[in-house]
Each structure stands twice: as C-alpha cells, then as structure tokens.
C-alpha cells in the first residue's frame, strides 16, 4: 500500500522569505515521489520528481525538494518565495515495485503575502 | 515536455443532457489516462484509470454508467456525463502517463462542468 499526508492545510509566507510545504510517505518498497502545483481553475503542472540519485532534487520555477528515507518526507523548498508562487500544491508517491498509479495527497495552499 | 489537451474547458449543460470531454495526449503515446474529478477547496479524486483498447477500471463508488470512459486510441481518451443532473456539476481533470516513462503524469488543464 502506498500513501502520502500534506499535514498543513495551508501555509502562509511573506514575499521574500524561504518557505516550506510538507509532505510525508509511506509505501512498501521505493518510492517514486513527485510535486505538483496547481493554479485557480487550472490543471497540475508538474514541478519536479524523485527517482533515484542525489536527495535534493531541483525543479521548475526555482523549487527544489529534499528526499528524506529515514524521515519518509519529500518536502518542498524554496529560498525566497514570490507572491505568485501563491497556489495549491500537491505531493504524489508511487511505490517502484507497485501500482503505477501514484497516490496524491490532500493539497497544501500556500499563500505569499506582499 | 508532454503535452496532454484537454476540451472543453468549460460547459454549461441543462439537467438529462450527456457531455463528452475529450482528452488528447499531443507529443506522446499514452497506453493509460486517468479522470479525476476535483470539488472546490479539495484534492483529486481518481475515477477511473482509461487503458487504450480495453474497459476503463472505475474506482469504487464511481458509476460506470454515468461516467462512461472511451480509450479508443492511444492519444485520445473521453469521459461522457450521461444524463447529467447538478450534483455532477464539478471541475474535471485527466491526466496521462507516457509510456515507459518513470510515472509523473502529465495533466490536462481541466474542464468545469455546470449542470444547471
């Protein structure tokens, strides 16, 4: 079974400052591990994904991610966020040697206050 | 990058019509597409799992004679709404995964139904 919690329903973050957006897991083998951020009546775009290799992975729009095994997280980062960076976020996790259908979570909001 | 089209994305139904969207992989082969439909303020809820040539997999609790899943090609998938009623007003997403790719799905950028 594979599945992946946001525990955050929203994160606030003033312009400029570094943020945050969580994201555990939990599946039986390894784990791919993937973010998305989601626009107001848009579809997902896919930001950056988790294989193999180096922990810190860096993707689109100046976001990066470190791969925690041993805390089973994926958080999201980034240095200094900007006001449209405000969107919804989501972490997905599929198990390598499972379904290849990954499981999302719940979606973390984050807002950036100018 | 892949390029996943989705259409239409927004509608407006009367209550007993059936609406067809249309999912169209644009750069690349897609063997399995993916309709998730999404309620305000919430996350993705995965309906049915679309393989080219053979029946949809509908996740529990969907009804398969109401979301009627087409995958006849393997760029093209449809989701039609049968006699569409306004509690299937909703924003729908599909997504595909290309083939022998490592499993990031490349999404659609959604279609709004309202069902007056």
């Known amino acids: 079974a594979q599945s992946v919690a946001q525990p955050e329903d929203q994160v606030n973050v003033a312009e400029g400052n570094p943020l945050t957006v969580k994201c555990t897991y939990s599946?039986?083998?390894?784990?791919?591990l993937f973010w998305y951020v989601q626009y107001p009546n848009r579809g997902l775009q896919f930001l950056l994904k988790?294989?193999?290799?180096?922990?810190l992975v860096k993707g689109s729009y100046g976001f990066e991610a470190e791969f925690n095994k041993s805390q089973t997280s994926f958080h999201l980062k980034k240095p200094s966020a900007l006001v449209s960076d405000s969107a919804l976020y989501f972490c997905?996790?599929?198990?390598?040697?499972?379904?290849?259908?990954?499981?999302f979570g719940r979606g973390t909001s984050l807002i950036v206050h100018p | 990058g892949a390029v996943v089209s989705q259409h239409p994305s927004r509608v407006i139904c009367k209550s007993g019509t059936s609406v067809k969207i249309e999912c169209r992989s644009l750069?690349?082969?897609?063997?399995?597409m993916f309709w998730y439909r999404q309620f305000p303020k919430q996350s993705l809820m995965l309906m049915a799992t679309?393989?080219?040539?053979?029946?949809?997999?509908?996740e529990q609790g969907v009804e398969k004679d109401k979301f009627l899943i087409n995958h006849a090609s393997l760029t093209l998938s449809t989701l039609t709404v049968t006699s569409a009623h306004p509690e299937d007003s909703s924003f729908y997403i599909c997504?595909?995964?290309?083939?022998?790719?490592?499993?990031?799905?490349?999404f659609g950028e959604g279609s709004r139904l309202t069902v007056l």
């Open positions: 988790y294989i193999t290799g180096d922990n």
């Open positions: 750069d690349f082969q897609a063997t399995t």
């Open positions: 679309s393989n080219e040539g053979s029946k949809a997999t509908y």
């Open positions: 997905a996790v599929r198990d390598m040697g499972g379904s290849y259908i990954p499981t």
């Open positions: 997504s595909a995964i290309k083939t022998g790719d490592t499993g990031e799905l490349f």
């Open positions: 599946v039986s083998g390894n784990p791919y």
